[in-house]
C-alpha cells in the first residue's frame, strides 16, 4: 500500500531528529499532531540517555516550509500538506526544554520501524549530522534573533513509500481511497536502482563518487549540505575509497530505501520539466515568431493602408479633374454647337440674298428689254451715264 509521507523535525534531549512519519493519507492537523507526538515519544524513549526522566512530547505549534515563497510559514490547514514537505515541530519552553538553534540532520525513519541490525541512536545523540538547512526561528525568544529564516530547507517529489507492515502507532490509524490517489506506478526496485546509478554516474565510470552523488540530489533539488551529502556517502563507501560501486551502491539503497524513491521519481520528474522546458520554450518561440509576423504583417497593413490613402486622395483629385475638364468640354461643345449654328443660320441667310440677287438681275433684264423696246427714259439715261464713262 503506498502510503502519504512527511519529514517532521523536533529536538529531543537536546538533539535535532528529523523523522520520515507515514499516513494512509493525507492527515488533519489533529491527525498530524496526534501522531507527532505519539511517535516522538517512542522516539523519544530510544535516544533516552541513561539516568535522564522520561520526557513527554507535546506539539505546540507546527511550521512548514513552503517551497513556492522559500521560507517557513505556520502550518494552519491539511492542505498546506504535500508528501515529503519538511515540518519542524515547536514545543513548550520550559526550564527542562528549549528550541535549539541547530541544523536539521538528514532524514531517517523512526527507529522504531527500522530493521533489525541498523541504530542510530548514538549517532543521532552523540554526532548530530552537519547542516543542510536550519530550522525555522523561535521568534518569541531572543536567544533565536540571529536566525536566518531565509535559508531554502530541502524539498522532495512524491515517492511511493512502499512498507511491508505499518508502525504500532499506525495500527489504529484509518485506510481510504485517498491514499490510492496518490499512488506512484509499481517500478521494481532493481528498476529504480540501475536507472538512478545510471544517472548520477554521467560518464559511465561504473562508480560514484562524492561529486558525482553531491551533483544526484542538487539535479533533483535536494539541497543537502556538503557535509550531509558526505555523510550519507560514507554509509555506502564500506571500503573507504571515495567511490560507490555497484555492490556499495546496492548497500546504500538498502540503508536509504525512501531516498532512494525521492532520488529515482525526482529523476523521473527533472527529466519530464526538462521536455516540459523544452516544449515551453518551443512553444515561446512559435508564439515570438507569430508576434513577429504579426507585427510585420501590421507594417505591411500599415504600409498599404498608407498607400490606399494616397491613392484614395489622387483618385479624388483626378475625379475632379475630371469633372472640371468635362464642365469645359460641355461649354466647348455649347459654344460649338452656337457656333455652327450661327454658321448655317449666315449661309442660309446668304443663300436667301443670292436668291434675291437672282431673281432680282432677272426682274432687271425683263425690265431693261422691255424699256429699249419702249424707249425708256431710264435707259437713254444709262445711256448716258455710259458715255461719260
Excluded at 527507529?111 to 543542510?132: D, E, K, L, R, W
Excluded at 573507504?240 to 555497484?246: F, H, K, M, P
Amino acid at each position: 500500500m503506498s502510503l502519504f509521507t512527511v519529514l517532521v523535525c523536533a529536538d529531543v534531549y537536546g538533539s535535532k531528529v528529523n523523522l520520515e512519519v507515514p499516513f494512509p493519507n493525507v492527515p488533519t492537523i489533529s491527525e498530524l499532531t496526534h501522531t507527532i507526538e505519539k511517535v516522538f515519544e517512542q522516539e523519544a524513549a530510544f535516544l533516552k540517555p541513561p539516568g535522564y526522566p522520561p520526557t513527554e512530547i507535546k506539539v505546540s505549534r507546527i511550521q512548514i516550509y513552503d517551497d513556492t515563497y522559500l521560507k517557513w510559514m505556520d502550518l494552519v490547514n491539511s492542505s498546506q500538506v504535500h508528501e515529503y514537505d519538511q515540518l519542524y515541530v515547536f514545543q513548550p519552553q520550559s526550564p527542562w526544554h528549549v528550541d535549539l538553534q541547530k541544523d536539521l540532520p538528514a532524514p531517517r525513519p523512526p527507529t522504531a520501524s527500522m530493521p533489525q541490525g541498523h541504530n542510530y541512536i548514538n549517532h543521532a545523540v552523540q554526532n548530530p549530522v552537519s547542516p543542510y538547512n536550519p530550522p525555522p526561528a523561535q521568534v518569541v525568544h531572543q536567544h533565536h534573533a540571529g536566525f536566518n529564516q531565509n535559508t531554502a530547507p530541502p524539498t522532495f517529489a512524491s515517492p511511493q513509500h512502499q512498507a511491508t507492515s505499518k508502525p504500532s502507532y499506525l495500527q489504529d490509524q484509518p485506510t481510504g481511497a485517498a491514499a490510492a490517489a496518490r499512488e506512484r506506478p509499481n517500478v521494481p526496485k532493481d528498476v529504480k536502482v540501475q536507472n538512478t546509478f545510471r544517472e548520477i554516474d554521467t560518464q559511465q565510470k561504473g562508480w560514484i563518487d562524492v561529486a558525482d552523488f553531491e551533483r544526484g540530489f542538487r539535479s533533483r533539488g535536494i539541497d543537502f549540505s556538503s557535509a550531509t551529502v558526505q555523510e550519507l556517502f560514507s554509509k555506502g563507501d564500506t571500503n573507504r575509497d571515495g567511490r560507490l560501486d555497484w555492490a556499495e551502491w546496492g548497500i546504500w539503497t538498502d540503508l536509504y530505501p525512501n531516498t532512494l524513491e525521492v532520488m529515482y521519481y525526482r529523476g523521473r520528474e527533472t527529466l519530464d520539466d526538462e521536455q516540459l522546458t523544452r516544449e515551453r520554450n518551443q512553444t515561446q518561440e512559435a508564439i515570438d515568431r507569430n508576434r513577429q509576423r504579426e507585427a510585420d504583417l501590421r507594417r505591411q497593413i500599415d504600409e498599404v493602408n498608407h498607400e490606399y490613402t494616397q491613392l484614395t486622395h489622387q483618385l479624388s483629385e483626378h475625379d475632379t479633374r475630371s469633372r472640371e475638364s468635362a464642365n469645359r468640354r460641355n461649354l466647348l461643345e455649347q459654344q460649338e454647337r452656337d457656333l455652327l449654328e450661327q454658321e448655317i443660320k449666315l449661309e442660309r441667310q446668304k443663300d436667301q440674298l443670292r436668291a434675291s440677287q437672282y431673281r432680282f438681275q432677272e426682274v432687271a433684264q425683263t425690265f431693261d428689254g422691255s424699256a429699249v423696246g419702249q424707249g425708256s427714259p431710264r435707259r437713254a439715261k444709262q445711256d448716258q451715264v455710259h458715255q461719260f464713262r
